[in-house]
């Protein structure tokens, strides 16, 4: 016979069944150690500047993965005069791999020609740029990358504020009730009914731009729904009969509040919390995004989008890096959020 | 069932979605259609004609009034509007030549006293707006009162004071005790308007001066019902049936931040010289869109990013021209403020802060050369970034900036200068100011401009002098603007490598009408801003070399973005306000633009970046005779329909 399974492995059990969980909970550890490392893996800053080597708006190129047309460091150069292609001042020898789309404008016979990017801006193999350089020639792996983990880090502390503040807002309003519940849960809904961008606008013209701003003005706002749950929570857990028992052996107020009640709540906290960190990403990447974030030269997912959006149609993969982490990041944090509330429900057991 | 219902739902969506993204939008095109198809003719071998319309990326019109007209990049008055005179374009031999052609005048001015201080136009017989309204003698001196007319305060009235000045023009314009009688416009009969100058002036100024947006005339009564209840504003020109128009063209149709369409005018003086049926200017603010739409076909001219232009530069359909416009670091060295109507004092006046005066008080210098001293009007001791005024620092700001790489960034022109590139040495003559002897003699190569290790040195001194180990400056910049954004965190990274981390900017981004607030705030609070990127130059002047300081002087005090103060500029620009041979001999002007310039670039008083170009896409079925540098007036362009 099996020996009885604690409720910790019990859920970690169930959470391990479920195969999306445990899929985006590897994706999420990849993207954490990625953001924490991957900025030192190559010679660049994340501030560095190419403009000086004319560095700027390169492709991506990986030697190893040039086999893959994403990473073969080319570009489409369009409406090129063909007879200029010979001009190997402006073209070096071998930078042309191919012309198409050939016709006449002007009495001149022009082409679109793909190029060796790299050749043609007169960089050797040993320079390659994994996903290419924006329009100041910074290195976007370094940038993607700490644009990750300055994301993620205004997500998790934000939600970690949320956490603290809602828990001990949501646990007071529902543990003492009456009076003091209405009025704190009023206080509460005042503060839910401002807009975030308001709010962040607000927060940003008060302290500046910046990290701390960012995380103070998305915690401003955040907690109140946490509060909401863990009000919810107490009341429906505060007159439980082991509560009462506690309460008459003399437990006090804290103590009943944190050593009998709030590990009852915890599942629907968690799944919360989890669930808070992608909002908080993508309030953060929206925020960013209109100009409200993280000031120049520090990236962030926001940022990084923001700046890549306005030549998108020139060079796609200054979108397509931060949008796809901020995709996966979004999705990963759903699925396994999915899967601890699945984990935890006591209903399923 | 479930996964049936979703995927039809999937199906339903996707089909919304396709049809939301495919073919034109029936709003947006119907009016050009029905426009295209009422002016299609056919042509005697019965193939029907298709109608000559272009179709232009252009600024967002604000409003149609003339006097309001910010700069030539506000297309709207170019199209449809005219003036007493206008820069053509004479082609002979295939090389073209700039000339003033009278537009709505019949002739030249006519002199009619000895000095050259009384001038006689004659408004043509047929000037008429588009409605068929006469435009006369009468109306057009009505017209000019409203243009200067104080309450209004109109931008164009500043603007005509820049070639001749008009007899008791300014002093009305700004308030004077003067009645428009005496301003020195009058219509005579014969349909003859009158100018009285307060300096001898020649007919090429006039020509030149009556070749401004506030030469464009106006109906006065429209005007009058528009205006508000206490004459400080009206909403001419706020919509399309609030406007007359004497131009090439009118305008029929007004989406107000996306387009104007618009038609030949029948009734325009020179009409049988204008090839095109009809235009759409298009206000895209994207420039990755304008570039699709030109690719697409949907727009035959769009103006481009220096981004985009690396993409095009070869192709034959990339044009590039100076753009007028330095982009520059201003600085708020609290050297001097401009006080305006100043009780005791006569205006315009400055006031400057003497450091060394040991009762530190603001000494008022007026339009003589003579000091008033008075108490100070802003005290320098509140001033948190004392080393903004520090000539070392100043110094070291100058030579930490790589102004080749930067313009090379945004296919501009590196400048270590004030005076663009687009400023020639009169309306008619081929020579730049920039490529004078007397433009060059002061000017250090470019490469020279950009010195590390002097830059450095220049640093330390200042440190020293102020008693610091580093400085945090802020440096505002407008959000709207990509190349500001770019050019500041060059200059971030550049200082804080130059200066090895002991100078931080701070890039403050905000809404161009915020930073233009914040930074004219100089006048009332020392610390206002500190540093700031800015577009500066005398937009509507290209002809007289001396006039891109008119911007740096107390003379244009409402407008400056930051406390300008150099005594020679100063000095020169109240000479020639009263001198006119400043303006006829060009000589002169050109002395007077390199001293001035001269003294300005030792003081510092801006640091200078690089010119910017105005670069292009134009299909080849635009075709055009001429090549005019300043500007490429896409209105007296044909279209090659055969090519389309």
């Known amino acids: 016979m099996n020996a009885p399974l604690s409720p910790r492995q019990n859920v970690l059990r169930r959470l391990r069944k479920d195969r999306a969980a445990v899929i985006a909970f590897w994706i999420l550890v990849f993207l954490l150690a990625m953001a924490l490392f991957a900025p030192n893996f190559n010679e660049y800053t994340y501030r560095q500047q190419m403009l000086q080597e004319d560095y700027v708006n390169m492709p991506p190129r990986v030697q190893a993965l040039k086999w893959i047309p994403l990473f073969n460091g080319r570009a489409v150069l369009k409406a090129r005069p063909l007879s200029s292609l010979s001009d190997t001042a402006k073209y070096p020898e071998g930078c042309v791999i191919r012309t198409f789309n050939e016709r006449t404008n002007r009495g001149i016979t022009v082409v679109d020609a793909e190029v060796d990017y790299y050749l043609y801006k007169g960089a050797d193999e040993s320079v390659n740029f994994w996903f290419g350089t924006d329009t100041l020639g910074r290195d976007i792996w370094t940038r993607v990358w700490r644009g990750t983990r300055i994301s993620l880090l205004i997500a998790f502390v934000s939600v970690l504020l949320d956490l603290l503040i809602g828990t001990a807002y949501g646990a007071v309003c529902g543990y003492y009730g009456g009076k003091r519940d209405l009025i704190l849960m009023r206080i509460a809904e005042v503060v839910q009914a401002i807009p975030n961008v308001v709010l962040c606008t607000l927060m940003i013209l008060l302290m500046g731009g910046g990290t701390g701003t960012m995380i103070v003005a998305l915690a401003c706002r955040g907690w109140t729904g946490t509060a909401g749950l863990v009000r919810a929570q107490f009341l429906r857990f505060k007159n439980r009969e082991y509560v009462l028992a506690a309460k008459e052996m003399g437990a006090s107020d804290a103590r009943l509040m944190r050593r009998h009640i709030l590990p009852n709540a915890a599942g629907p906290i968690i799944t919360r919390t989890v669930m808070a960190v992608p909002s908080a990403v993508f309030a953060e990447a929206f925020l960013s995004y209109i100009g409200l974030g993280v000031p120049a030269p520090e990236p962030s997912l926001g940022n990084l989008l923001a700046e890549a959006q306005s030549v998108l149609g020139l060079y796609p993969t200054q979108t397509l890096f931060p949008a796809l982490i901020i995709s996966l990041l979004m999705i990963a944090f759903h699925l396994l959020a999915n899967g601890l509330r699945d984990a935890l429900d006591p209903n399923e057991y | ?644």
């Open chain 2, 1 to 644: 069932m479930r996964t049936r219902f979703c995927g039809l739902l999937l199906a339903a969506l996707l089909a919304l979605l396709l049809a939301a993204c495919g073919g034109k939008d029936p709003a947006q095109t119907s009016e050009t259609e029905t426009a295209s198809a009422a002016q299609a003719e056919t042509s005697s071998a019965g193939i029907p004609e298709q109608p000559k319309i272009i179709r232009v990326s252009a600024e967002n019109c604000r409003t149609f009034d003339p006097y309001e007209a910010n700069s030539p990049e506000e297309a709207f008055n170019e199209w449809c509007q005219a003036r007493l005179y206008r820069s053509w374009t004479l082609i002979e031999n295939g090389t073209d030549t700039r000339y003033m052609r009278p537009e709505l005048a019949a002739e030249e001015p006519v002199q009619t006293d000895a000095e050259g201080c009384v001038w006689q136009i004659r408004i043509r017989d047929d000037a008429a707006f588009s409605d068929g309204t006469a435009i006369t003698a009468e109306s057009f001196a009505a017209s000019m009162k409203i243009c200067f007319d104080p309450l209004l305060k109109h931008r164009s009235g500043d603007n005509m004071g820049l070639y001749i000045a008009v007899k008791n023009a300014r002093a009305y314009y700004t308030g004077g005790a003067v009645s428009w009688e005496e301003v020195g416009i009058k219509a005579l009969p014969g349909n003859l308007l009158e100018i009285t100058t307060e300096a001898p002036v020649t007919a090429d100024l006039v020509m030149k001066a009556f070749s401004e947006y506030g030469s464009v005339p106006v109906d006065p009564e429209l005007y009058a019902a528009c205006m508000s209840a206490d004459g400080t504003s009206s909403s001419y020109g706020t919509d399309v049936s609030k406007c007359r128009y004497c131009g090439p063209f009118t305008v029929k149709e007004w989406v107000r931040d996306s387009r104007l369409v618009l038609v030949k005018n029948p009734n325009y003086v020179f009409a049988d010289e204008i090839r095109l049926d009809g235009a759409e200017l298009v206000y895209v603010e994207n420039a990755q869109t304008r570039v699709e739409l030109f690719e697409a076909g949907e727009l035959d001219v769009v103006s481009i990013t220096a981004q985009v232009g690396e993409q095009y530069m070869d192709s034959p359909d990339y044009f590039a021209r100076p753009w007028r416009y330095l982009l520059m670091i201003e600085i708020n060295d609290n050297s001097a403020h401009y006080v305006k109507n100043a009780e005791d004092l006569t205006a315009p006046l400055l006031v400057r802060h003497e450091p060394d005066d040991p009762n530190n008080v603001d000494i008022y210098t007026e339009k003589d050369g003579t000091r008033t001293y008075t108490a100070k009007t802003l005290d320098n001791a509140q001033r948190t970034k004392p080393i903004l005024s520090n000539m070392n620092f100043k110094n070291a700001l100058w030579y930490a900036v790589d102004r080749v790489t930067l313009a090379r960034r945004e296919g501009g022109i590196p400048a270590n200068f004030i005076v663009p590139y687009t400023s020639y040495c009169g309306e008619y003559s081929p020579i730049r100011f920039r490529d004078t002897e007397e433009a060059k003699r002061y000017l250090e190569k470019i490469e020279d401009s950009f010195d590390p290790v002097k830059a450095k040195a220049y640093f330390e001194q200042a440190l020293k002098e102020e008693g610091l180990d580093r400085v945090e400056l802020a440096i505002t910049i407008s959000s709207d603007s990509d190349e500001m954004k770019i050019c500041a965190q060059f200059l971030k990274e550049e200082f804080a490598r130059i200066f090895e981390g002991k100078l931080e900017l701070k890039i403050e981004e905000m809404p161009s009408a915020s930073r233009l607030a914040k930074m004219k705030a100089w006048r009332t609070d020392v610390n206002a801003f500190e540093l700031g990127l800015a577009n500066w130059s005398r937009a509507v002047t290209d002809a007289s070399p001396m006039n891109q300081f008119d911007v740096f002087s107390s003379s244009y005090w409402t407008k400056c973005n930051a406390p300008y103060h150099c005594e020679t500029v100063e000095k020169t620009i109240w000479l020639q306000e009263t001198d006119a041979s400043y303006k006829t001999d060009m000589k002169k002007n050109i002395a007077a633009a390199a001293a001035m310039e001269e003294a300005a670039l030792s003081e510092r008083i801006v640091i200078p970046l690089y010119e910017r170009t105005m670069q292009s896409l134009v299909h080849e079925w635009v075709t055009y005779e001429f090549n005019d540098p300043l500007n490429v007036r896409y209105w007296l362009c044909d279209i090659d329909t055969s090519l389309k």
